[in-house]
């Protein structure tokens, strides 16, 4: 190659690496058009969408329509719901379970204690495991009006309450 050829190549190089080399802009806009409109439409064509959950519904009756039974979970630990529940205290997504007096007539309602790692469960997976702890214990089944407390770990304040009608977060 000669000499001269060379050297366009490296001018053009360095034009094309030094026009790009630019402070960030606020504004992307300009960008859109870019990019073909085959990408842009991919988004709406594949549905996006960039949360696992829509959490539009209220939290009780959003995840009616999944069909899942408790009694499989239990059935796959060897000692039954006991040893299940046991390795949610070993995940750290439990830390306890105590009962508190209140009201009038001092009754006692039972707390389930959750650990750090409850937050990192999906709303619907936060759901499955207290479900499978009433299930195990019988807790909503003991009372016509059966409930029991979530607390934090960290700050012992109420984060929701489990009920009949399933499991409610502040």
Not at 49 to 66: A, F, G, S, T
Not at 92 to 116: A, C, H, M, N, W
Not at 128 to 135: A, C, H, N
Request: aromatic fraction near 14%; proline fraction near 4%; glycine fraction near 8%.
């Amino acid at each position: 190659m000669s000499y001269l050829k060379i050297h366009n190549l490296l001018i053009l190089i360095l034009v094309l690496c030094f026009s790009g080399a630019t402070d960030a802009l606020a504004d992307t806009k300009k960008w859109h058009n870019f990019w073909s409109k085959k990408h842009v439409m991919h988004g709406e064509i594949k549905g996006y969408q960039p949360y696992l959950e829509k959490n539009q519904h209220e939290q009780v009756p959003q995840w009616d329509h999944k069909e899942w039974y408790a009694e499989d979970w239990i059935a796959q630990a060897e000692n039954g719901g006991d040893e299940l529940i046991q390795g949610f205290y070993d995940g750290d997504i439990l830390r306890d379970q105590t009962s508190r007096k209140f009201g009038q007539d001092l009754e006692i309602y039972p707390i389930l204690v959750v650990g750090p790692n409850f937050y990192r469960l999906s709303g619907y997976d936060k759901r499955r495991v207290t479900f499978i702890v009433d299930q195990v214990h019988g807790i909503t089944k003991s009372k016509p009006d059966g409930f029991f407390m979530l607390h934090d770990w960290h700050t012992k304040l109420p984060i929701g309450v489990f009920d009949k009608n399933g499991l409610r977060l502040n």
